[in-house]
């Protein structure tokens, strides 16, 4: 429960445009933990938007400039996602969200051996794209 | 009061909220520390410097240019061991072992004379790093923490280890959150943000509170509590109330301590942790490191209130002056 009710960074909260089309849509997203981790300890996020169970394989994560496969990341030992840094998750989806509001539910955790199962957070927000 | 030379610290740990929300960056907090009369600062390297443990030359050049402008002594740095950050394998003795080494060097590039240690090490990594250390003159310090006391397994494990090896380059970090008389305030208010039937929160306080923690799974499902309820409970298993006065024997290897609170009141106390009953057992037993401020309570207010981790320390360092009889 450290962190939970920052996870999700509305301000990021967007349909993504890409040569007059939107692709897709993004939000930002903090780690539930009080330190710097590598990307291999980031589990898998479970992600429901409006109810719907979305696939990790949609998504991408862009930290610092890079944008890596959101499902990849345990294959990287040596890349740090800094404390407090914000990540965009990019999700694929022709046609984007509609106008309106969105239940964005994210739970995400990292693999850290203090508590057996690592350590998660969770956290809910209604966010509206214009 | 006894002639002590206790002296005062602060993790930079406490002030972990206003860096993750971007509200203070490190020489913020160095600033703070220095107007709140703190002469010492420890650090955790993975929190605050970027990049760790590949730091870059110009951070260390700025890191010794704040020490010196904000007058502060860099006193311990503390690491951590992730077994599982490689793919379908845990890593090696050596891969921690060269872990270990590499915090040695950053420690010493950032002046301090010591390395927290976790939990998660082991008596013969400890042993196999510890003539690095001694060359390095910087010291590995295990930290004792809850729901470990010095007297469980491992830590009496080190103990024989510390003994065997007699090098002052090992020792423990002992985290005063050994000694939680009184399960927090915070927390059972928190439960009840979470939804919790607050009978069932004032009945897991009361379980701690009396050292009745045997009765506790059961009477929470007495109480018509969920597994909702059941796994917030376990947030008061990993707390323990050891007497201070089990430490004196092994005040030897006890060579810093973390000042762990998590809620000062407008009293001057912690809620949770006995100072007044510590303190003095600590200059009884000759402890002469530092007491290092380390504030823990933001993760359970932060859902519903602003964390200032600056007043929680700027209280917390009024108490500890007191209590060493500073004016």
Redesign the interface.
Known sequence: ??????MIVGEQFKNILKDGKVIGYQFGL?IPY?????L??ISPMELKVDGEIIPEEQMTLTLDGKTYPKNQL??D?IT?W???RIGIISVLKPGGLTPGEHNIDVRQGV???FQSGGMYGHDIKTLTVK | MAIHTIKRCVSL?SF?EE????KMTLEDILAICQQLDIPAVEI?G???I???PAISDSFFEQWHGWLDRYELTPVCMDQ?L??????GRLMTENEMVASVLEDIRVAKRLGTKMIRIQH?ITSRILERAVSTAEKAEISLEVEIHAPSTLESPFEQQLVRTFERVGSPYLGFVLDLGIFTSRLGKIMEE?WRR?GMNPTIAAFIAACYNNSEMDKLDEGIRALGGTQDDLDAAVLAKYLVNSNPRHILPYMKYIHHVHAKFSDMTDEGCDYSIPYDKIIPVLIEGGFSGYLSSEYEGG?YI??AFVVDGVEQVRRHQLMLKSLLGES
Do not use: A, H, T
């Open positions: 429960m450290l962190y939970d009710c920052y903090r009080f330190s710097s981790v590598v291999s300890l345990r294959d030992p740090r800094e404390f407090g693999m850290i051996g | 740990y972990q860096y993750f929300l971007g955790l993975e929190q605050m970027p990049g760790y951590f992730y077994p599982q950050i490689y793919k998660s928190r979470m993760w932060q859902d």
